[in-house]
């Protein structure tokens, strides 16, 4: 295991100077950028529930429907933006939806009730959703050998945000109120924006698309494009790591504050481990898919990830709980290369829309688990809820294993 993380690690160096090339790192730099805010702001609201709970007097099931109603409209909006993305070009969409999120914050920021909290959330996953998509198209358009790299890498930022957004909003709550942690986060968006539209081209991919009007030939067209080869097993797999990834990361700081007895900066600072360790995890994961193909790093992320997840609702104490924490944000490195895999597999004139639809799909379906878990844990069982997380996830595994 040293030695692989070792030659994976020589990898990232070795890939560093050809990802710089041509005036193609400031793209990475400023979409990587919109990424940490992108996905970071979404994990913020796990870490600031108990802050909302206290407020706004709400349960563990409203929590719950707020996080999935967060995703779900984040999962919804990835159809146009995959679809925006290659009619109108992924430069233009990347910078609208940093401009529209810095915006949808700020609502955030001025809720006064649940009906404003929940309206803002979400817009905000809307606004969200049209950048996911569009990354990865970006990147399988400008670097033909390094994408699984530069995804790697800017999901690596994704996790940067994770980590540090969740633990400084914590701090700011406790010290003044919850509404000034969204407040933070209105300029740095706009700041982003403008740096996105500095660097990234109005559109990187052909400019002949599969979507340039609407009919039932073009969907059928796009059925056929998400449909062919390995893209269905794949997407499969997607799906159980989707309704994992999101149901454990949308309460995990909650479960440790209410199952493991943690206080809520404590269990906050734990969620930021678990994606600053991944920090690690997200380079090698695209480096390795690069080199070894998607079902042995597949294999070996979801063996990992999926074990300790079965492990956690049977430790005890700090420093078994940091351990598998730990363990746990190997997690992380599945979407490198699961949706890599798929962004290079669909036809190139429908990439965006292709992988749009299908995150759509996977990511509404992962978005359930929230409000299973939130339910769950109002019946005092946030412990069966994580091993029905650990149970879809090893379904995952499975399939990876015989049908990948």
């Not at 198209?137 to 980590?163: L, P, Q, W």
């Not at 597949?298 to 990992?304: E, K, N, Q, R, S």
Request: hydrophobic share 55%; charged share 10%.
């Amino acid at each position: 295991m040293l030695t692989f993380a070792k030659r994976s690690l020589e990898g990232i160096r070795q890939a560093s100077a050809e990802l710089w090339r041509d005036g193609r790192g400031w793209i990475l730099l400023s979409i990587s950028a919109g990424w940490f805010l992108s996905i970071g702001v979404r994990l913020v609201y796990p870490a600031l529930a108990p802050f909302f709970r206290d407020d706004l007097g709400i349960g563990l099931g409203t929590t719950g429907l707020l996080l999935m109603l967060l995703w779900v409209a984040y999962a919804v909006g990835h159809i146009p933006g995959g679809v925006l993305g290659d009619r109108v070009g992924e430069g233009r969409i990347l910078v609208i939806s940093t401009v529209l999120a810095g915006l949808t914050v700020l609502g955030v920021a001025l809720s006064v009730n649940v009906w404003m909290l929940f309206l803002a959330t979400i817009t905000f996953g809307f606004a969200t959703a049209l950048f996911g998509p569009t990354r990865f198209t970006v990147f399988t358009d400008i670097y033909d050998e390094r994408a699984g790299s530069a995804i790697g890498i800017t999901m690596a930022a994704g996790s940067a945000g994770n980590a540090i957004l969740p633990v400084v909003s914590t701090v700011i709550a406790a010290a003044i109120a919850w509404r000034y942690s969204f407040g933070a986060l209105v300029a740095p968006f706009f700041v982003v924006a403008v740096a996105l539209w500095l660097s990234v081209p109005p559109r990187t991919s052909e400019t002949v698309s599969a979507v340039e009007e609407l009919s039932w030939r073009t969907l059928k067209r796009i059925r056929t494009g998400i449909s062919s080869g390995t893209i269905p097993t794949v997407v499969a797999i997607q799906v159980s790591f989707s309704f994992m990834f999101q149901g454990f990361s949308g309460f995990y700081p909650l479960y440790l504050n209410e199952v493991k007895g943690l206080s809520p900066e404590l269990a906050s600072t734990l969620f930021g481990l678990f994606f600053a360790a991944s920090f690690i995890v997200q380079p090698i994961a695209g480096s390795s898919r690069d080199r070894y193909g998607t079902r042995l790093s597949l294999i070996g992320i979801l063996g990992v990830s999926v074990t300790a997840l079965w492990v956690l609702p049977f430790v005890s104490g700090l420093v078994s709980i940091v351990a598998v924490t730990i363990v746990l944000s190997v997690l992380n490195g599945c979407a490198v290369v699961t949706q890599t895999h798929i962004a290079e597999s669909l036809p190139d004139d429908m990439k965006g829309t292709g992988l749009g639809t299908l995150k759509a799909g996977w990511m509404t379906l992962g978005a359930t688990s929230a409000a299973i878990i939130g339910i769950l844990g109002d019946f005092g069982h946030l412990d069966g809820g994580f091993l029905v997380l650990a149970a879809i996830g090893t379904v995952g595994l499975l399939l990876t294993v015989f049908k990948l």
